[in-house]
């Protein structure tokens, strides 16, 4: 079905280039299974709290709430439950722009010894559109200052300052539990935590983790980058065997293949 536009939606143009790095074993499963993964929001919050939620602040200021004010911050905590629930129906694939400044922390963040997929964003959108999903895509915007309104979509296409060197493009598949909607942030106490009570309140087994969606590999695909840290073993294995997965015959190449590019030692020192 065609994607669904959302409010006060980014889209790069079709031409853009985006990479989507990865680690071996995720490369190994796209390349050997044809399927795009989608990641269950929430289970960003690991990394990131507030991965898929408004800021606080931006929740108080659209709904007049004040800071320390008790009945106040009961309701931001519920507001934020709600949205923290509301994310779980949302599942994520994402991509990073590219243009040439942001590849090197790229690489030591999500694959320091691994590779990403080239594409362009008109490619993505053509593989995503022949899916039976809700499904959204566009670029992430970086703090809240052009946000309106209280609308789930922006907040998920929406990241803090601190990842702006993402320059994250994301499709988001929309999966609601048919029989969810519970509010599972609550415990006999009645009081309503920010976050849903796995112990006593879990999903529903049916909620999985992921998604995994069928795709044209040719189609989406336009190359391989390969770390400037990978191993040469890593090198051949991507160069000899996959590229060349059924008659393909994707271009490869290694990144920042330079004498001046840093080691991971090196930026690790600096504090990365």
């Known amino acids: ?74 309701t931001l905590n519920s507001d934020q439950a709600s949205n923290r629930l509301h994310s779980e129906a949302f599942y994520l694939n994402c991509w990073s722009l590219y243009d040439g400044n942001n590849t090197l922390r790229m690489w030591y963040r999500y694959a320091p010894y691994g590779v990403a997929i080239r594409s362009r964003h008109g490619h993505l959108k053509s593989a995503l559109q022949v899916m039976l999903d809700d499904i959204h895509s566009g670029k992430v915007r970086y703090g809240d200052g052009d946000m309106t309104g209280y609308n789930l979509l922006q907040c998920i296409y929406t990241k803090g300052d601190d990842y702006v060197w993402e320059n994250e493009v994301r499709a988001v598949l929309c999966s609601y539990d048919p029989v969810g909607g519970q509010a599972r942030n609550y415990r006999e106490t009645n009081f309503p935590h920010r976050e849903p009570q796995d112990d006593i309140n879990p999903l529903h087994p049916w909620v999985h983790p992921c998604k995994r969606r069928r795709i044209h590999l040719k189609e989406l695909v336009t190359g391989i980058a390969v770390s400037p840290w990978a191993t040469v073993d890593t ?21 920042l293949n330079s004498p001046m590019t840093p080691t991971i030692e090196d930026l690790r020192a600096r504090g990365w």
Not at 22 to 46: G, I, P, Q, S, V
């Open 1 to 74: 079905m065609p994607l669904i536009p959302y409010d006060k939606q980014l889209e790069p143009p079709d031409e853009a280039e985006i990479w989507r790095f990865m680690d071996m074993d995720k490369f190994r499963d796209l390349m050997a299974n044809e399927e795009l993964y989608f990641c269950r929001t929430d289970l960003y919050k690991k990394d990131d709290p507030n991965e898929g939620l408004p800021t606080d602040d931006y929740v108080r200021r659209v709904r007049g709430l004040e800071k320390f004010v008790l009945d106040d911050e009961l």
């Open 235 to 255: 090198w051949n294995e991507v160069e000899r065997d996959w590229a060349k997965i059924r008659t393909y015959n994707f271009p490869v190449f290694r990144d």
